[in-house]
């Protein structure tokens, strides 16, 4: 798992959940949208939690640009608030939560979800 955010005490909370969450692991951290979509690339992550609200390149249009780039890979869009009806429409992610909300059981609904959408895709 890549996490995605600008500020470090975010990433440190997110790493522990991660952690904490059985067949989880860490991968790599990075602080903006342009080294995330730098870290897909060399890591090859199966999930990336991302911020929403970043430097020059925020996390929807950062996970737009992931997910068209490397397809297998599922992201969850985290934000400390609430998203605007129709924000990450079209953005590919697999889930827009509150960061108050993650949880290992959310982590793990999200994975199994992607996985499922993965399955459904190569059966036609």
């Known amino acids: 798992m890549l996490l995605v955010d600008d500020q470090p005490c975010f990433r440190d909370v997110t790493r522990a959940l991660v952690e904490a969450t ?12 342009e080294a995330a979509l730098q870290a897909v690339a ?4 199966d999930l990336v939690i991302m911020d929403r609200r970043m430097g020059a390149l925020d996390g929807i ?10 397809p297998g890979v599922a992201v969850v869009l985290a934000s400390s608030s609430a998203f605007e009806a129709g924000a990450v429409d079209g953005c590919g ?3 827009a939560v509150l ?3 993650l949880s290992p059981m959310l982590l793990r609904a999200c994975w199994e979800d992607r996985a499922a959408q993965l399955l459904a895709a190569t059966r036609g």
């Open 22 to 33: 059985a067949g989880f692991v860490v991968a790599g951290e990075v602080d903006s949208g």
């Open 42 to 45: 060399e890591l090859g992550p």
């Open 61 to 70: 249009e950062a996970t737009r640009l992931i997910t068209e780039r490397h």
């Open 93 to 95: 992610a697999v889930a």
């Open 99 to 101: 960061k108050q909300d």
